[in-house]
C-alpha cells in the first residue's frame, strides 16, 4: 500500500489525471454492469447466457453514457480540480450533474434499444436508471476518498499544523478550499458566533460559536494558528477581535482586507501576516483618485519606499508621462520593471522612462526636466536614517544630498518653469535632536524661500512621521526578530512613535499637492502616537509567543539597547502656531517662519565650505543657528 501511494504522490498531474479518468472508466462500467443489463440479464436468464455476449449485445448502452459523461465532465472543467476538491460545492454539484447523465442516458439508449413502451416497464427503467446514477455518485466518492487516503494519508495531516478558520462565510469557506492544497496545515474548525451557524458544519468541519470553544481548542493544540476570514469585517470590530484574541496567545494571520481583494480577486485566497492597520489605534486613508491627465511628472528617489509608492499611484491616475530619477541603480531597475508590468497587465498606456541621477546634480536634473517637459515633481530623495547620517564620517553627507540636494531641485524647477513641486518632509525636522531632522528643517526653510522669491512655479512640503515597512522601519524588524526567537530590542521603554503606511503616506501626498497655494507647509493627521513597547508586545502575542520579561521564563525578550545617537522619546509634528485645515481632513496646514532668501544662502556658503572638510562643528552650528529648536540629543 505504501508502495502504491508513493507512486501515485510522485506522478505528473497529467499522468494523475489519466489515472483518475481510468479509475471512473472503471467505476461507471462495474456500475453498469451489477446495476444496469448485465447482471439483470444473467439473473433473468438463470445464467444460461455468458456476461460476454449480453456486453456484447449492449455494449451501446455503455457507450454512448459513458462518452456523455465524459464530454460533460471535461466541458465543466470537473477534472481540473483532481480529487483534492472534489468536496467543493462545484465538484460535488458537477459530479451529480454527471452521474445523472450517465444514469439517464443509459436508460434512453435502453428504451430505444428494446422499443418497449410500456407503463411498467418505464417505471423500472426510471427505478434503475436513478439506482445507477445514485450508486455511480457514491462510487465517486469512495475512489477519490481512497486517492486521498493514499496520496495524502491520514498521519502526514494529523502532524500538519494545526488552523481555526475564523469566519463561516464565503470567504472562510473559499479560504479552506484553499488550504486543502497545503499537506503541512490541517483544518480543524470553523468559528463564527452568528447565531444560524450554531451547531452547524462545513464540509464535515464543525463550527465553534463560543468563547469557551477558543480556550479549549487553544489548549488543546499548542500551535493552534487562527486565520481571519472575515475580509468584509469594518476595521474597528475587526481590531476588536483580534485583541480579544491576544489573550490566547495564538499566532493570527489574515485574508487580506475587502478592499484588497475587490482590487485584486486573486488576493481572496491568500493568507498573510495581519496587517498593521490591525493592530495601530487609527483610522484607515484611502488612497487618492486624482487623475493626470496629460500631465509629465518626475519623482525623485523613485526607487525608495515612498518615491516608489507615489509613483505607483500617480500610474493610476493616468499620467502623460513619468520621469523615474534615482540614484541607486538597482533601486531604479527594481521600481522600472514593477511599473511596466502593472502598465501591461492593466494596459496603460503612459510613458514610463527610468533615469540615473544625482539630485545634487543641478545641470543633469535641469536637462531632464527640459527634454521632457515635466510638469509636476515630486522630491522623494533625502537621507532618512538617523543613526547613519549622525556619525561623524556621514553627516556632510546628509547635508550635501538633504540641503545642497533639494536647493538643486528648487533651482532647476524654477529654472525650466515646472508648475508645481512638492517636496517630502518628517516629523524629525520639528525641533530636531540631530543632524538629520536639522537638515530636514533647513530644506523645509529653503523650499519656502524658493516659493516666496518666484512667481512661476509652486512649493509646497508634506511633513509626516514614521512609515511602516519602509526600509528601516521597526516593524520588519520586530518581526524577523521574533521569527528567530528574539530577543525583540526596543531602544527605550518609554518611545513613542507616529505610524502610517506607505500607501497612506503616498496618497496623502499626492493630496497635499492638489491643495498647494504656494510655500504650504503640509502635515498629515498619523493618529495617536503608539508606543514602541506596546507595539512589540502585541505583536509577539499574536505571532503565538509569550513575552519573557526575565532571563529565566519562558518566550521572546524584550531588550532595552538605548536610544540611539540623535533619537527623541518622542515626536512632534507641529512647530509653532495653529493648524489650519483643507479640504481633507487628514490633511492640515501649518504657518511657519523662516529666515529669509539673504540669510539661507550666506548659511548654505558657510556649509558648503564645512562639507569640503567634514567640519562637523562648523555644519552643527549653523544649523543650531538657523533652525528653530535644534539641540543635540545629548545635551
Known amino acids: 500500500m505504501k508502495n502504491i ?102 436508460g434512453f439508449v435502453y428504451l430505444f434499444q428494446y422499443d418497449v413502451i410500456r407503463t411498467d416497464f418505464l417505471t423500472t427503467v426510471f427505478l434503475q436508471s436513478l439506482l445507477l446514477s445514485s450508486v455511480f455518485y457514491a462510487f465517486l466518492q469512495i475512489s477519490r476518498d481512497i486517492a486521498r487516503l493514499l496520496i495524502y494519508p491520514l498521519t502526514e495531516r494529523l502532524d500538519a499544523k494545526p ?59 499548542k500551535d493552534l494558528e487562527i486565520y481571519l476570514a472575515i475580509p468584509s469585517l469594518d476595521i474597528s470590530k475587526r481590531r476588536k477581535i483580534i485583541r480579544s484574541l491576544e489573550k490566547y ?77 534615482e540614484f541607486s541603480e538597482i533601486n531604479l531597475y527594481s521600481i ?74 528648487c533651482e532647476a524647477a524654477i529654472k525650466f518653469n515646472i508648475k508645481k513641486v512638492v517636496v517630502i518632509s518628517t516629523d524629525k525636522a520639528v525641533r530636531p535632536t540631530n543632524v538629520m531632522g536639522a537638515s530636514k528643517r533647513f530644506s523645509e526653510m529653503l523650499v519656502q524661500s524658493f516659493d516666496k522669491n518666484n512667481e512661476g512655479t509652486k512649493f509646497c512640503m508634506v511633513r509626516f512621521g514614521n512609515v511602516i515597512n519602509s526600509s528601516g522601519s521597526v516593524i520588519p524588524l520586530f518581526r524577523k526578530q521574533i521569527s528567530e526567537g528574539g530577543p525583540v530590542t526596543i531602544t527605550h521603554k518609554n518611545v513613542t512613535r507616529f505610524f502610517m503606511t506607505i500607501a497612506e503616506a503616498s496618497s496623502l501626498v499626492i493630496q497635499a499637492g492638489e491643495y498647494a497655494e504656494g510655500g504650504d507647509v503640509f502635515i498629515l ?11 512589540a508586545e502585541r505583536l509577539i502575542y499574536l505571532s503565538g509567543r509569550n513575552v519573557s520579561y526575565d532571563n529565566d521564563s519562558e518566550g521572546i525578550q524584550i531588550q532595552e539597547v538605548g536610544l540611539r545617537p540623535g533619537e527623541k522619546l518622542y515626536e512632534e ?31 548654505i556658503l558657510i556649509l558648503h565650505e564645512a562639507t569640503k572638510d567634514n567640519d562637523v562643528k562648523k555644519i552643527k552650528d549653523v544649523l543650531i543657528e538657523h533652525v528653530e529648536g535644534f539641540k543635540e540629543a545629548n545635551d
Open 525 to 535: 493627521d498619523m493618529g495617536e502616537q503608539v508606543k514602541i513597547l506596546d507595539l
Open 573 to 603: 509634528l507641529l512647530i509653532s502656531g495653529k493648524e489650519l485645515s483643507t479640504p481633507n481632513n487628514k490633511i492640515f496646514k501649518s504657518n511657519e517662519n523662516f529666515p529669509t532668501k539673504e540669510v539661507l544662502d550666506k548659511a
Open 249 to 325: 496567545k495564538v499566532a493570527v494571520r489574515s485574508m487580506p482586507a475587502l478592499h484588497e481583494v475587490i482590487a485584486d480577486e486573486k488576493k481572496m485566497a491568500e493568507i498573510q501576516d495581519l496587517s498593521i492597520d490591525d493592530i495601530l489605534p487609527r483610522s484607515r486613508v484611502r488612497k487618492s483618485n486624482i487623475s493626470f491627465d496629460g500631465s509629465s511628472i518626475l519623482i525623485t528617489g523613485a526607487g525608495g519606499s515612498i518615491g516608489s509608492e507615489i509613483v505607483r499611484q500617480i500610474l493610476a491616475g493616468n499620467p502623460k508621462k513619468i520621469v523615474l530619477y
Open 163 to 221: 488552523v481555526l478558520i475564523y469566519g463561516a462565510g464565503s470567504a472562510g469557506n473559499e479560504l479552506y478550499q484553499s488550504l486543502r492544497q497545503n499537506a503541512k496545515i490541517r483544518v480543524i474548525g470553523f468559528f463564527d458566533n452568528s447565531f444560524k451557524l450554531k451547531g452547524a458544519s462545513i464540509n464535515n468541519i464543525k463550527i465553534y460559536g463560543k468563547e469557551k470553544n477558543l480556550r479549549k481548542l487553544t489548549k488543546k493544540h
Open 336 to 409: 522600472e520593471s514593477e511599473i511596466n508590468a502593472i502598465k501591461q497587465t492593466k494596459n496603460i498606456s503612459s510613458e514610463v522612462i527610468g533615469i540615473l541621477g544625482d539630485v545634487k546634480d543641478t545641470k543633469r536634473l535641469g536637462d531632464i526636466l527640459s527634454s521632457h517637459n515635466i510638469d509636476i515633481l515630486y522630491h522623494a530623495a533625502a537621507y532618512k536614517h538617523v543613526p547613519i547620517v549622525e556619525y561623524y564620517e556621514n553627516i556632510s553627507e546628509g547635508i550635501k544630498n538633504n540641503i545642497f540636494g533639494t536647493k538643486s531641485v
Open 5 to 106: 501511494a508513493f507512486i501515485l504522490r510522485n506522478l505528473s498531474r497529467n499522468k494523475k489525471l489519466a489515472v483518475i479518468i481510468f479509475a471512473d472508466f472503471c467505476t461507471a462500467f462495474l456500475c453498469w454492469i451489477v446495476f444496469g443489463p448485465p447482471l439483470t440479464f444473467l439473473i433473468a436468464t438463470n445464467f444460461s447466457i455468458t456476461l460476454n455476449e449480453i456486453i456484447y449485445e449492449n455494449i451501446l448502452s455503455f457507450l454512448i453514457p459513458i462518452l456523455l459523461l465524459f464530454l460533460y465532465f471535461v466541458a465543466s472543467g470537473f477534472y481540473r480540480s483532481l480529487m483534492k476538491f472534489f468536496d467543493s460545492k462545484d465538484s460535488i454539484f458537477r459530479a451529480l450533474i454527471g452521474s445523472f447523465i450517465f444514469g439517464f442516458s443509459w
